[in-house]
């Protein structure tokens, strides 16, 4: 293993075994699940790259290679799941949930899984398995740079240039992993390409997850300074016309007990509390429980 390939690894262990504590602490967080995930798989795919192939393991060289660009088909597999779901790019949905599987994992798993085991000829296997994937990779460029212009022109400030710009910068190592894997350019320049790609997207987790955390701790001061009136709450959730079942879910929306804790309460299942959470959004109008308690707690 390359002394960079290295030292990557071990900063990005540490970085999984922080991020994984902090998850533990906040399951909910998804944004921060899909980053573990992300993270996860280029620490293995480093770890696979920079072992294998090796004779003096003793695994066959030939399934030493498919492990390790197997691991390597799947992180580039992953990341516009992870750029489609974390940063809400709609425009990503076909690619991130089916080109993907037709046009970067298939070809792994016909030429290098499947024709490879059989005639163990590698370069065979690289001439023939990275051409599909190589120029899918190209329209997925393409199609992950227009989705992230189209989702930041409505709303540019200067925070949001920056996350655009944060953002692009993350695409582009990405881009050159199936040309690093075409003319195997060393696992130095691999090193390099992912890792440093994977740095600018740790940035911009980080980014945003301090302005998310911000927002909250602004909304939660908000709602410190409301006095909630039980009473008032359910007879405004009379006025609305809500049910009996609607006005106690209402009333424990603005107690701000989570979902999980309003389905035990009232010994129902999660999904009933969200349905009949939807019901109270759209008869009073509001899309958030700050809004619901905002209005909720007024006297009429």
């Known amino acids: 293993m390359h002394i ?74 992953y990341f516009p799941y992870y750029f489609y779901r974390v940063f809400n790019l709609r425009l990503l949905r076909f690619h991130a949930l089916y080109g993907v599987p037709l046009f970067l994992l298939l070809p792994f798993l016909l030429f290098f899984v499947i024709s490879y085991a059989w005639h163990k000829d590698l370069w065979l296997a690289i001439r023939y398995g990275v051409v599909v994937p190589f120029y899918y990779s190209m329209v997925l460029l393409w199609a992950i740079l227009r989705a992230i212009r189209v989702a930041y022109r409505e709303n540019r400030n200067k925070k949001r240039y920056m996350e655009e710009i944060l953002m692009y910068l993350a695409v582009a190592p990405w881009s050159a992993m199936t040309i690093i894997a075409y003319f195997e350019l060393g696992q130095l320049t691999e090193a390099l390409f992912t890792n440093l790609g994977f740095l600018v997207i740790t940035a911009l987790f980080i980014y945003r997850s301090v302005t998310l955390s911000r927002a909250e701790q602004r909304q939660l001061d908000s709602l410190r300074q409301l006095t909630m009136d039980t009473e008032v709450i359910r007879m405004n959730c009379v006025r609305e016309m809500l049910t009996p079942r609607e006005t106690e879910i209402a009333v424990l929306l603005c107690h701000r007990l989570k979902r999980r804790e309003i389905a035990d309460k009232l010994f129902i299942s999660g999904r009933t509390v969200d349905k009949h959470s939807e019901n109270i959004f759209l008869k009073i109008g509001v899309t958030s429980r700050e809004e619901l308690l905002a209005k909720l707690n007024t006297p009429s």
Do not use: K, S, W
């Open 4 to 77: 960079v390939t290295f030292v990557f690894t071990l900063l990005e262990c540490a970085m999984f075994c922080v991020q994984l504590a902090l998850y533990l602490i906040r399951p909910a967080d998804r944004h921060r699940r899909y980053f573990l995930v992300l993270l996860g798989l280029l620490i293995v795919y480093n770890i696979t790259g920079g072992l294998f192939p090796d004779p003096t393991i003793d695994i066959p060289v030939h399934i030493q290679n498919i492990v390790a660009y197997g691991t390597g088909f799947l992180t580039a597999a």
